[in-house]
């Protein structure tokens, strides 16, 4: 039982406990909340793997721009709590018995493919090995996906723009 | 025992960072109470009054007449609140900015003790990340949910509006506060904040000047600095960018319906991020722990102990002529440690180089506190429309501006 895997069990419930409470909370702040979890969660699991730089930026964009964002909608919409609805029949017959199944194969592809395949390469996994990775090999998706962020930015210009 | 010690032993890594983080903890909390008192002093002595001056000699015991107040003050909870929400907005806010202070180094060399016969050596800060820069950055983009929770969570209009300012206006000066600080990145090449000091160590300019980043490399950060200030008095809603919460003081602010300690927490918080930004402001832009000084004026070394034995001749002199008996004891009492500590730093010198590093990184982050301080009591506060056209139209352009200078001095010049 080494501290890594000891450190990683900690994360992984983390994780599996905040998507829990993600989907079963009433309130959709406590959602986005938890959600928020799952992120740090995430970027823990990420700082494990030896990706610094994934994990901080994780912590940054998402945890605090995206998720900001997500609060912002939630709080300036009001949402209020969700009603008890009843739940489908068929759901609550045959939801965790599939569950389970669908985790079952999960888990059965992962073991099998995890024994066969070697490990990545960790050229990728400093801020050093990353810019270049990215400013050298990969210059051409990276420009394209500057070009979709500015779609999105011309759009929100369109639409806040007010009529004359 | 013996027993209990192997363990400790085994693990002493985690022993000496938990009694590290207990130390650190201690300390900056107590920095925080008489940080809330020296900025009434300031502003007080800026308006030509006094401040606090009965609780204590000089106020100096109204830190504990403030937090006992908080304890003991009602804590009314509104009706119709999200009690997690409302209970962990505050929580957050303050665990967020004193964790941000983990990253912070303090001095060069790291410090050997033996116990027991064993000897431990640990730096003087707690961790030393390879991403302490970015870990602090993350952690300025997670404190905007203390705020805009708050806001949302007292269930009331006013908080609602006044959190939804503040969080966007920390949101907005995020940006230009992360680009003004990649030109520091670039000159050091690293984000390792030990790295970005130790890269400005060294004398220029016939060794007349000390090679910190504002005014050394290929292109001095002035403009770097400018823009991380203004960003960094922006995203700890100080004065002048504080409108958000100086409507708590007239109508409301995210702050309205959280009473004593909650409130405290809110306001700890907010001075722990000045701390915390004045310690990065020095790393980054001001050596950290280098002295202004060359190396060959060995003479500087005994500012420390001077400055300790003006202030305790200074408190012995007026702690006498107090009418009071607390004045006439403590005073002159305190006076008396502060001269035999500055004597024992002469006498004992290995302690009196250790602390070299520490005293000059400490000076500079009063300086930036008190410059923080001196602002508020001057300057009077922008509107929001001003304010966060000042963070989009100005800061971003001239932060981004800086980048492209700094990476074009290095270029034709090269680092150093």
Same mark, same amino acid.
């Given at each position: 039982?080494?501290?890594?895997?000891?450190?990683?069990?900690?994360?992984?419930?983390?994780?599996?406990?905040?998507?829990?409470?993600?989907?079963?909370?009433?309130?959709?702040?406590?959602?986005?909340?938890?959600?928020?979890?799952?992120?740090?969660?995430?970027?823990?699991?990420?700082?494990?793997?030896?990706?610094?730089? $994934? #994990? /901080?930026?994780?912590?940054?964009?998402?945890?605090?721009?995206?998720?900001?964002? %997500? +609060? &912002?909608?939630?709080? =300036?919409?009001?949402?209020?709590?969700?009603?008890?609805?009843?739940?489908?029949?068929?759901?609550?017959?045959?939801?965790?018995?599939?569950?389970?199944?669908?985790?079952?194969?999960?888990?059965?592809?992962?073991?099998?493919?995890?024994?066969?395949?070697?490990?990545?390469? $960790? #050229? /990728?996994?400093?801020?050093?090995?990353?810019?270049?990775?990215?400013?050298?090999? %990969? +210059? &051409?998706?990276?420009? =394209?996906?500057?070009?979709?962020?500015?779609?999105?930015?011309?759009?929100?210009?369109?639409?806040?723009?007010?009529?004359? | 025992?013996?027993?209990?010690?192997?363990?400790?032993?085994?693990?002493?890594?985690?022993?000496?960072?938990?009694?590290?983080?207990?130390?650190?903890?201690?300390?900056?909390?107590?920095?925080?109470?008489?940080?809330?008192?020296?900025?009434?002093?300031?502003?007080?002595?800026?308006?030509?009054?006094?401040?606090?001056?009965?609780?204590?000699?000089?106020?100096?015991?109204?830190?504990?007449?403030?937090?006992?107040?908080?304890?003991?003050?009602?804590?009314?909870?509104?009706?119709?609140?999200?009690?997690?929400?409302?209970?962990?907005?505050?929580?957050?806010?303050?665990?967020?900015?004193?964790?941000?202070?983990?990253?912070?180094?303090?001095?060069?060399?790291?410090?050997?003790?033996?116990?027991?016969?064993?000897?431990?050596?640990?730096?003087?800060?707690?961790?030393?990340?390879?991403?302490?820069?970015?870990?602090?950055?993350?952690?300025?983009?997670?404190?905007?949910?203390?705020?805009?929770?708050?806001?949302?969570?007292?269930?009331?209009?006013?908080?609602?509006?006044?959190?939804?300012?503040?969080?966007?206006?920390?949101?907005?000066?995020?940006?230009?506060?992360?680009?003004?600080?990649?030109?520091?990145?670039?000159?050091?090449?690293?984000?390792?904040?030990?790295?970005?000091?130790?890269?400005?160590?060294?004398?220029?300019?016939?060794?007349?000047?000390?090679?910190?980043?504002?005014?050394?490399?290929?292109?001095?950060?002035?403009?770097?600095?400018?823009?991380?200030?203004?960003?960094?008095?922006?995203?700890?809603?100080?004065?002048?960018?504080?409108?958000?919460?100086?409507?708590?003081?007239?109508?409301?602010?995210?702050?309205?319906?959280?009473?004593?300690?909650?409130?405290?927490?809110?306001?700890?918080?907010?001075?722990?991020?000045?701390?915390?930004?004045?310690?990065?402001?020095?790393?980054?832009?001001?050596?950290?722990?280098?002295?202004?000084?060359?190396?060959?004026?060995?003479?500087?070394?005994?500012?420390?102990?001077?400055?300790?034995?003006?202030?305790?001749?200074?408190?012995?002199?007026?702690?006498?002529?107090?009418?009071?008996?607390?004045?006439?004891?403590?005073?002159?009492?305190?006076?008396?440690?502060?001269?035999?500590?500055?004597?024992?730093?002469?006498?004992?010198?290995?302690?009196?180089?250790?602390?070299?590093?520490?005293?000059?990184?400490?000076?500079?982050?009063?300086?930036?506190?008190?410059?923080?301080?001196?602002?508020?009591?001057?300057?009077?506060?922008?509107?929001?429309?001003?304010?966060?056209?000042?963070?989009?139209?100005?800061?971003?352009?001239?932060?981004?501006?800086?980048?492209?200078?700094?990476?074009?001095?290095?270029?034709?010049?090269?680092?150093?």
């Amino acid at each position: 039982m080494t501290p890594v895997l000891i450190v990683f069990f900690v994360l992984a419930a983390l994780a599996v406990l905040g998507a829990v409470t993600l989907i079963a909370a009433r309130h959709p702040i406590h959602s986005a909340l938890a959600l928020i979890v799952v992120m740090v969660a995430l970027a823990g699991l990420y700082l494990l793997q030896g990706a610094e730089f $994934v #994990a /901080a930026v994780q912590i940054i964009v998402y945890g605090g721009a995206i998720m900001v964002l %997500f +609060v &912002f909608v939630i709080m =300036l919409l009001n949402a209020g709590e969700e009603e008890r609805t009843s739940v489908s029949r068929i759901a609550r017959i045959a939801g965790i018995p599939l569950a389970l199944a669908l985790s079952g194969f999960l888990a059965a592809a992962v073991l099998r493919f995890s024994q066969a395949a070697p490990q990545a390469p $960790v #050229a /990728a996994s400093s801020t050093r090995g990353l810019s270049l990775l990215l400013f050298r090999e %990969f +210059v &051409f998706p990276f420009e =394209l996906t500057s070009f979709l962020i500015l779609v999105a930015i011309l759009g929100a210009l369109v639409l806040a723009q007010r009529e004359n | 025992m013996n027993h209990i010690i192997d363990i400790l032993l085994q693990h002493s890594f985690f022993v000496i960072a938990l009694v590290k983080c207990a130390l650190l903890l201690f300390i900056i909390l107590t920095v925080l109470a008489y940080l809330s008192l020296f900025e009434r002093k300031v502003l007080a002595h800026i308006q030509s009054r006094w401040g606090p001056y009965r609780v204590g000699p000089h106020g100096l015991l109204q830190p504990l007449a403030d937090g006992l107040k908080f304890l003991f003050k009602e804590d009314p909870m509104p009706a119709g609140v999200d009690r997690f929400v409302f209970l962990l907005a505050p929580f957050l806010s303050l665990a967020l900015a004193l964790t941000s202070l983990a990253v912070i180094p303090f001095g060069p060399e790291p410090l050997r003790f033996t116990i027991l016969g064993h000897t431990f050596v640990t730096s003087l800060g707690i961790v030393d990340l390879n991403i302490g820069l970015l870990v602090l950055f993350s952690i300025t983009a997670l404190g905007v949910y203390g705020v805009a929770l708050a806001g949302w969570a007292s269930n009331s209009k006013y908080p609602l509006l006044g959190g939804l300012r503040s969080s966007a206006q920390m949101m907005s000066y995020e940006l230009a506060l992360t680009m003004s600080v990649v030109g520091v990145i670039l000159m050091a090449g690293s984000f390792n904040l030990r790295e970005i000091v130790t890269a400005q160590e060294g004398r220029m300019f016939f060794g007349l000047l000390p090679r910190w980043n504002i005014i050394a490399g290929p292109f001095p950060q002035l403009i770097g600095f400018f823009c991380y200030f203004v960003a960094a008095i922006a995203e700890t809603n100080r004065a002048p960018f504080d409108l958000p919460e100086a409507e708590s003081e007239l109508v409301a602010g995210f702050n309205t319906e959280y009473a004593s300690f909650k409130f405290a927490m809110f306001f700890m918080g907010e001075y722990a991020n000045m701390i915390t930004v004045s310690c990065l402001a020095t790393i980054m832009f001001f050596g950290g722990w280098t002295s202004p000084f060359p190396a060959t004026w060995s003479f500087t070394h005994f500012i420390p102990s001077a400055i300790l034995a003006l202030l305790g001749i200074f408190l012995l002199i007026d702690g006498i002529r107090y009418e009071t008996i607390l004045g006439k004891l403590v005073l002159p009492g305190v006076g008396t440690v502060l001269c035999v500590l500055s004597g024992l730093l002469l006498f004992f010198a290995p302690v009196n180089a250790y602390i070299q590093g520490p005293f000059w990184f400490l000076s500079k982050v009063f300086v930036f506190i008190f410059f923080y301080v001196w602002m508020r009591g001057t300057l009077p506060r922008f509107r929001y429309d001003q304010l966060m056209a000042i963070g989009w139209k100005i800061l971003l352009p001239l932060s981004i501006a800086n980048v492209l200078l700094t990476s074009l001095g290095i270029l034709k010049w090269g680092l150093r």
